[in-house]
């Protein structure tokens, strides 16, 4: 049982860094990215690179299965994430916002996933793999729970991160102008802030916390192609259940999921564990289509 | 006129550029004054101000701002042009508390200057002070349009355009409202709004321009036009005609 708990915040913890960027580029460009879960993958396999490349730098670090290596690696897959990101946005995207509908943009994000998820099928084979062979022993941190340091380490990271664009987007002007933009986009103009820029921030935000959901993912779980599209259900209901826009609201949402899913496979056959999220999402779109938490805390719209 | 603040000449605007809304409104805003711009619905009042602050695009006619061409600025560059707009509606962001509204609206200047001219605005508009860490969403819609004007006043603008700031307030929310504005005015502040409100626009207001279908018909000091009768055949179907009531000024 609380094994399952561990499991489950662990899984949300990833879902929640993923929905964040969705929940913010859904809230300020005002269309559903089905893109987005490709940059997990892709930020996933930017590491993996960085991490052959830079292999000689060091070995794994005190308990962990890693190293050096890695760490800048998952630097370098934010950067290039990013940059995937607001390549997509001003080759596809922009061309389109403002001239087409909504479901324009939406089906063109289909097009962009599949592009991405192809691209890195066709760079990296389609072979699951491991950023390291390291074996790790997994450690009692209570009695029937145990956990490998990795996982420890994951959870950490995603907390400090979580809690620091929430103080960005409490404190700082840029922040302040992503929450005035998510509301609404003529009358920030109104007030001197250059949206342009302001979305370009969004981008490389929601690319970079992507990029760490992926890292995360291939190291507590393992690398594949597909890891974006099985994120795509997680993401969305984690976004939608907490609000669109709603920053606090998708890290609760991804929490939710993350736990409905590791806790289904006490009472669903564990095949049918891919469904739970989308029984959440039907649930909420039935019960409360506005999420959770509208119009309550954070950036709600 | 010399001393001409905002000149608009032969604009030409519309969201669509084969669907204009006005077909060459030519007005002036001199320094200091306080301008309404009235008329029946679908005038184009609002689309006037919405182009001059570059939300809808100019095809054709030129804006000036003391003597530079603000025709084509894009709208998150009017405030450093000295332009101020307040919309008609949503024109405070309900979600960000009272504080974080003004800061959005400083955020432009320095950071010192930016928390002088924020509690410049508090000294002017207590009521928002009380208030300060309250999201905007618990304000009523009179304090929602002082917030707004609070807001854009922090650039301290040149030129305040204002879109109905009685829309939808209760009568005694429009003389507080109405009063700040003539304060504001008696500061030197210079004022171009659209209104509704006819009557208790043209008491506060030095001059009025009344547009129809995208043109300005008739325009005078407000004290003379309110006694017109022209301005009642305007509001009443609106006859095609280009006599002018009153010389401007």
Known sequence: MLQALADGILTGAIIALGAIGLTLTMGILRFANFAHAELITWGAYMALAAVSLLGPLGGPIGPFSFGLPLILGTIAAMALTSVLALAIDGLVFRQLRGTSNHLTLVFASFGVSLLVRMLILLIFGGAATYYSNTLQIAIPVAPGLRLMPDQLFAL???????VALYLFLQHTRLGLSMRALAENPDLTRV???????????????????????????????QLRPEVGFHLILPLFAAAILGGVGNIPGAVI???I???????????????????????ILLAVLYVRPTGLFAGTAGAAK | MSDALLTVSGVVAGYRRDLPILHGISLEVHRGELVTIVGPNGAGKSTLIKAIAGLVPISEGRVEL?????????????????VAYVPQTDNVFTTLTIDENLRLGAAALPRSLAKDRIAQAYKRFPALRDHRDRKARVLSGGQRQLLAFARSLLTEPA?????????????????????????????????????????????????????????????GPSGVLADDPDMKAIYFGGTKRSTHAASAG
Request: net charge negative; no cysteine.
């Open chain 1, 257 to 279: 999921v993350g736990l409905a899913e590791s806790f289904a496979v006490f009472i669903l056959p564990p095949g049918y564990k891919m469904a739970v999220p989308f029984l």
């Open chain 2, 159 to 219: 030129l305040l355009m204002l879109d109905e700031p009685s829309a939808g307030l209760s009568p005694a929310a429009v003389s507080e409202v109405f009063g700040h504005l003539t304060d504001l005015s008696k500061d030197g502040i210079t004022i171009l709004m659209v209104e509704q409100n006819v009557k208790a626009a043209l008491a506060i207001s030095d001059r009025t321009y009344v547009f129809a279908e995208g043109e300005n018909r008739i325009d």
């Open chain 2, 66 to 82: 003391d003597g530079t061409d603000i025709t084509s600025l894009a709208t998150h560059k009017m405030g450093s042009a000295s």
């Open chain 1, 191 to 221: 007030n001197g802030v250059s949206t342009a820029r302001v979305i370009r921030w969004t981008w490389i935000i929601g690319a970079s916390l992507a990029a760490v959901a992926g890292v995360l993912y291939g190291l507590t779980v």
């Open chain 1, 156 to 162: 950490g990271l995603a907390a400090v991160l979580v």
């Open chain 1, 253 to 255: 949402g991804g929490m």
